[in-house]
T-cell receptor
Framework: AQTVTQSQPEMSVQEAETVTLSCTYDTSESDYYLFWYKQPPSRQMILVIR??????QNATENRFSVNFQKAAKSFSLKISDSQLGDAAMYFC????????????FGKGTKLSVKP | DGGITQSPKYLFRKEGQNVTLSCEQNLNHDAMYWYRQDPGQGLRLIYYSQIVNDFQKGDIAEGYSVSREKKESFPLTVTSAQKNPTAFYLCASTLKQGAPYEQYFGPGTRLTVT
């Protein structure tokens, strides 16, 4: 069975600085997708970024980028120029491209942004 | 505006009562999902449905039931058999089951059972 591990329960960053959130996963599959979701205090889940495992190029979305290391099964999220609105829970998630395709979530990292 | 609605936002029930959480989407998505979120936990899948009149158990289906009579609706019933029903419940949908389709989430319902 696939698992997703986020080893940092909480992280803190100064406004305008850069922070990296870690995620590792375990799978025997070669074709899958990885996601980072943001859950602000409103508790609405918002997709931040997505990575297809078959793509070598790391995904980027404005200030958000990932470092995808397929061999190491690592999928970290880098937030540049952190803003107060980035404060939230961040969840890493895995989805198989072959099976039913349900999302498997990590336990999350709570990010605080200091002004 | 297309999206997913869940009602109510907060729900209180007495122990031993069944309660139904509503989830409606107007995105014309085929697949719908129910997740449970507890403090310090990620989201755990309760049930999912790929098409109308069909649904499958997720990882923690015991004590829950669902129906999918209409494409846009996927209500979740928390039965009295669920031992720890107090939690935050999220509904989601996706265009079709499987990657690479993004899952869109509703705003959630906080259920408190006393």
């Amino acid at each position: 069975a696939q698992t997703v591990t986020q080893s940092q329960p909480e992280m803190s960053v100064q406004e305008a600085e850069t922070v990296t959130l870690s995620c590792t996963y375990d799978t025997s599959e070669s074709d899958y997708y990885l996601f980072w979701y943001k859950q602000p205090p409103s508790r609405q889940m918002i997709l931040v970024i997505r990575q297809e495992a078959y793509k070598q190029q790391n995904a980027t979305e404005n200030r958000f980028s990932v470092n995808f290391q397929k061999a190491a099964k690592s999928f970290s999220l880098k937030i540049s120029d952190s803003q107060l609105g980035d404060a939230a829970m961040y969840f890493c998630a895995y989805r198989s491209a072959l099976r039913q395709g349900n999302l498997i979530f990590g336990k999350g990292t709570k990010l605080s942004v200091k002004p | 505006d297309g999206g997913i609605t869940q009602s109510p936002k907060y729900l209180f029930r007495k122990e031993g009562q069944n309660v139904t959480l509503s989830c409606e989407q107007n995105l014309n998505h085929d697949a719908m999902y129910w997740y449970r979120q507890d403090p310090g936990q990620g989201l755990r899948l309760i049930y999912y449905s790929q098409i109308v009149n069909d649904f499958q158990k997720g990882d923690i289906a015991e004590g829950y039931s669902v129906s999918r009579e209409k494409k846009e609706s996927f209500p979740l019933t928390v039965t009295s058999a669920q031992k720890n029903p107090t939690a935050f419940y999220l509904c989601a949908s996706t265009l079709k089951q499987g990657a690479p389709y993004e899952q869109y989430f509703g705003p959630g319902t906080r259920l408190t059972v006393t």
